[in-house]
């Protein structure tokens, strides 16, 4: 039996009075965390969620969203995240596909959920359940949980049980639901806390949105080592500055918009951040501009990792952030991996291919779906979608995406390659390249741009300025687009292919 279902009672009983959990102004002890997961584990139990039962959350970040978290593996059943930001139909959807026995949101998602209500009775009965606040014909978390016991004991779970579904933001069609077993997470909890050199006294910060994977890159290490787990509810670069130095940040979690918002903010300053040991970029590939600021101003504390939610990694570690800054690392231990060609050959180093891996944490499968699953995982290889190369030691230089590669004229175009020049102009803050229909060339692409404020370029100048820096002609941009933001995933990822819809309107493209 893993002891995963065991940790907050373990934390309660021997660091009971040690800070477990920040989120605002509240501030939780292990006894007292726990306490609040054990009501809840009882509250499910008595709403008749048990073992292999489904369990989805709609909600923004708060306190109940961590201690519902915790207590659902805890009664053997699985979680099933689902973002805020799903429209009625989305939710609904995803919420058959789970064969989610009780669903638990915030007054805030009230107009969705009366949308989709008559539709879900059915599977979901009267277990939908606010946590803000009682309204008519929905249950009251706050009331159910006061009403339930501070002990119980936890099912026994087994390694291969599924602790959750996270799915996908699909483009096309149903996301696909990633299912992690209670090994998965364990191994998230003891291979990335050892990979963040995290320790019992090590005090995360976590501010983007914990309905995504990218939460329990930090959290599972942070609860299963008993240290403080801070909780913001939503990103903002000066608070997040001024909580880091109030709390005595050691880890923050951050994808490269939040970096970038980091650096701009008035109230940047090294003295202040000081804390600090690890400043973790993923999502996307941290552009190099940003990475040697960083490094210069916060030396021997950022890590990178690319990885994909279905379960492999790269880690670039803080003492090589430096050395190799144009890589995102190389797979941990445990984990083995290997770029193939087109034909299925295995590539020698400084050749471009798909990057192929295995590793302690891959994915049971997508629920429900073994088609998908056949063709994402060949004997045991995570096939990623994802294309890069490695060097003479073994570390990978991630070029793109297949889906953001450009064919112009039967070339390919890296639109990352074409980023890194653009981001080096003095008035670019951010910048996103993408390609769109061409008659001739049948693609061409075009570069998306957020100037720093102040900024006189014009759109022409700067596609001129790019253009006679690129290092092939096929690299040129046709247009810019200058853009007061980007459009974001709620995990703070840049959507290229919300920007590229437009022009493929109609057009026989894969967005």
């Given at each position: 039996?893993?002891?995963?279902?065991?940790?907050?009672?373990?934390?309660?009983?021997?660091?009971?009075?040690?800070?477990?959990?920040?989120?605002?102004?509240?501030?939780?002890?292990?006894?007292?965390?726990?306490?609040?997961?054990?009501?809840?584990?009882?509250?499910?139990?008595?709403?008749?969620?048990?073992?292999?039962?489904?369990?989805?959350?709609?909600?923004?970040?708060?306190?109940?969203?961590?201690?519902?978290?915790?207590?659902?593996?805890?009664?053997?059943?699985?979680?099933?995240?689902?973002?805020?930001?799903?429209?009625?139909?989305?939710?609904?959807?995803?919420?058959?596909?789970?064969?989610?026995?009780?669903?638990?949101?915030?007054?805030?998602?009230?107009?969705?959920?009366?949308?989709?209500?008559?539709?879900?009775?059915?599977?979901?009965?009267?277990?939908?359940?606010?946590?803000?606040?009682?309204?008519?014909?929905?249950?009251?978390?706050?009331?159910?949980?006061?009403?339930?016991?501070?002990?119980?004991?936890?099912?026994?779970?087994?390694?291969?049980?599924?602790?959750?579904?996270?799915?996908?933001?699909?483009?096309?069609?149903?996301?696909?639901?990633?299912?992690?077993?209670?090994?998965?997470?364990?191994?998230?909890?003891?291979?990335?806390?050892?990979?963040?050199?995290?320790?019992?006294?090590?005090?995360?910060?976590?501010?983007?949105?914990?309905?995504?994977?990218?939460?329990?890159?930090?959290?599972?290490?942070?609860?299963?080592?008993?240290?403080?787990?801070?909780?913001?509810?939503?990103?903002?670069?000066?608070?997040?500055?001024?909580?880091?130095?109030?709390?005595?940040?050691?880890?923050?979690?951050?994808?490269?918009?939040?970096?970038?918002?980091?650096?701009?903010?008035?109230?940047?300053?090294?003295?202040?951040?000081?804390?600090?040991?690890?400043?973790?970029?993923?999502?996307?590939?941290?552009?190099?501009?940003?990475?040697?600021?960083?490094?210069?101003?916060?030396?021997?504390?950022?890590?990178?990792?690319?990885g994909l939610t279905e379960g492999f990694v790269t880690i670039l570690d803080r003492d090589d952030a430096v050395r190799k800054s144009g890589s995102v690392g190389c797979p941990p231990q445990y984990s083995q991996m290997r770029i193939l060609g087109e034909d299925g050959r295995e590539c020698a180093p400084g050749e471009i291919g798909e990057i192929v891996g295995r590793s302690p944490i891959l994915m049971s499968g997508y629920y429900k779906r073994p088609d998908l699953t056949a063709q994402a995982i060949r004997d045991g290889w995570l096939y990623s979608g994802d294309v890069g190369y490695v060097d003479d030691e073994g570390y990978l230089y991630l070029v793109?995406?297949?889906?953001?590669?450009?064919?112009?004229?039967?070339?390919?175009?890296?639109?990352?390659?074409?980023?890194?020049?653009?981001?080096?102009?003095?008035?670019?803050?951010?910048?996103?390249?993408?390609?769109?229909?061409?008659?001739?060339?049948?693609?061409?692409?075009?570069?998306?741009?957020?100037?720093?404020?102040?900024?006189?370029?014009?759109?022409?100048?700067?596609?001129?300025?790019?253009?006679?820096?690129?290092?092939?002609?096929?690299?040129?941009?046709?247009?810019?687009?200058?853009?007061?933001?980007?459009?974001?995933?709620?995990?703070?990822?840049?959507?290229?292919?919300?920007?590229?819809?437009?022009?493929?309107?109609?057009?026989?493209?894969?967005?």
């Open positions: 039996m893993l002891e995963l279902a065991r940790l907050t009672s373990h934390h309660a009983r021997f660091r009971p009075d040690r800070l477990a959990v920040v989120f605002e102004q509240e501030r939780l002890t292990w006894r007292e965390f726990h306490a609040r997961v054990a009501r809840v584990a009882n509250m499910l139990r008595e709403l008749g969620v048990g073992p292999g039962d489904k369990v989805a959350t709609v909600m923004t970040n708060c306190r109940e969203l961590l201690e519902i978290y915790w207590a659902v593996p805890s009664i053997g059943a699985a979680l099933v995240p689902l973002s805020p930001l799903l429209m009625p139909g989305g939710l609904a959807s995803l919420a058959r596909d789970s064969d989610a026995k009780c669903l638990i949101s915030q007054r805030a998602m009230l107009p969705t959920l009366g949308a989709i209500r008559g539709e879900l009775a059915g599977q979901l009965g009267d277990r939908i359940l606010l946590v803000d606040g009682a309204e008519s014909g929905y249950g009251d978390y706050a009331a159910l949980t006061a009403r339930a016991a501070e002990s119980f004991e936890p099912a026994p779970v087994a390694s291969d049980d599924l602790f959750n579904i996270m799915y996908t933001s699909g483009t096309t069609g149903l996301p696909k639901g990633i299912m992690h077993s209670h090994f998965t997470r364990s191994m998230y909890a003891l291979w990335l806390g050892a990979a963040w050199r995290m320790t019992p006294e090590s005090r995360a910060l976590h501010t983007g949105a914990l309905v995504f994977n990218g939460a329990f890159i930090t959290m599972m290490a942070s609860f299963y080592l008993g240290g403080t787990f801070c909780l913001a509810r939503q990103f903002n670069a000066e608070e997040m500055i001024g909580t880091i130095e109030r709390e005595r940040i050691t880890h923050i979690m951050v994808v490269p918009s939040q970096i970038i918002a980091l650096l701009g903010s008035p109230g940047f300053d090294p003295a202040r951040l000081a804390s600090l040991e690890m400043i973790l970029s993923l999502g996307a590939p941290l552009l190099n501009e940003y990475k040697e600021k960083l490094n210069r101003a916060l030396p021997r504390r950022f890590y990178e990792l690319y793109d995406r297949k889906k953001d590669m450009i064919d112009s004229g039967g070339v390919k175009v890296y639109p990352k390659d074409v980023e890194e020049i653009a981001v080096q102009h003095t008035d670019v803050r951010e910048v996103a390249v993408f390609g769109v229909p061409h008659e001739k060339w049948g693609e061409t692409p075009i570069a998306a741009v957020i100037l720093r404020e102040g900024a006189k370029v014009t759109a022409g100048e700067l596609r001129d300025w790019i253009n006679s820096r690129v290092a092939a002609r096929y690299q040129r941009v046709s247009e810019v687009l200058i853009m007061a933001d980007f459009p974001r995933s709620a995990a703070g990822k840049t959507l290229k292919r919300e920007m590229r819809e437009p022009y493929w309107a109609g057009k026989d493209k894969r967005i």
